[in-house]
């Protein structure tokens, strides 16, 4: 347990931390492909990232309608700015 730091620096601080780990397994599934260990800890990693996000709302740091619009519009520019399927 980390001492002298507030509830909203800590959860900010592991969300960092979770966002950063998401970027070094999806480095290492571009260097060494989609193998199912590495899919496995993306998940793992994604999920960990997840539950950073809903502390976040949780603890009124971001407002979760908020969240919901900007999903909306990130999805309508991948529609155009991607070949992701949508």
């Known amino acids: ?12 601080t592991i969300l960092q931390e979770e966002a950063a780990e998401v ?4 480095s290492k599934i571009h260097r060494f492909g989609h ?4 899919m ?3 998940a793992q ?6 539950c950073m996000i809903n502390l976040c ?3 009124h ?16 520019k991948l529609k155009f700015w991607s070949n992701i399927p949508l």
């Not at 970027?23 to 999806?26: A, K, L, M, N, R």
């Not at 900007?70 to 999805?75: A, D, G, L, M, W």
């Open 40 to 42: 496995k800890k993306l």
């Open 61 to 76: 740091l971001v407002d979760e309608a908020m969240l919901q619009i900007r999903t909306q519009e990130k999805r309508e």
């Open 23 to 26: 970027i070094q397994i999806v």
């Open 1 to 12: 347990m980390v001492h002298n730091m507030d509830t909203t620096t800590e959860i900010l």
């Open 45 to 50: 990693e994604l999920g960990d990232l997840q």
């Open 35 to 38: 193998h199912p260990d590495n």
């Open 57 to 59: 709302i949780e603890h």
